[in-house]
Nanobody, 119 residues
Framework: QVQLVESGGGLVQPGGSLRLSCAAS????????MGWYRQAPGKQRELVAA???????NYADSVKGRFTISRDNAKNTVYLQMNSLKPEDTAVYYC?????????????WGQGTQVTVSS
């Protein structure tokens, strides 16, 4: 019921910045929470940052102070601004949406976008 389209990944130098975008097919005001996950080779998918419909945010300890999640309700889009990137940030980043509707929790995922931090 919710389609997510990601963009903004790419190759950057250590210390550089990227801005990821996730466009949703419906009003993000109707989605309880949206977030960014990442998965590196040999590792499980992990939560990077999340934002609720009320504006509350949560970050993984490894990205606090460097990454910022934000939303633009008019554009139905969530962003992840990534600064001071490190090689350890290299991963596939996935947009996620969680919605409570029809008395059930539903989970939606984007297709993923590659972020590579390397010299």
């Amino acid at each position: 019921q919710v389609q997510l389209v990601e963009s903004g990944g790419g190759l950057v130098q250590p210390g550089g910045s990227l801005r990821l975008s996730c466009a949703a097919s419906r009003s993000i005001g109707s989605i309880n929470a949206m977030g960014w996950y990442r998965q590196a080779p040999g590792k499980q998918r992990e939560l990077v940052a999340a934002i609720t419909s009320g504006g509350g945010t949560n970050y993984a300890d490894s990205v606090k102070g460097r990454f910022t999640i934000s939303r633009d309700n008019a554009k139905n889009t969530v962003y992840l601004q990534m600064n001071s990137l490190k090689p350890e940030d290299t991963a596939v980043y996935y947009c996620n949406a969680k919605q409570y509707v029809a008395a059930t929790w539903r989970d939606y995922w984007g297709q993923g976008t590659q972020v590579t931090v390397s010299s």
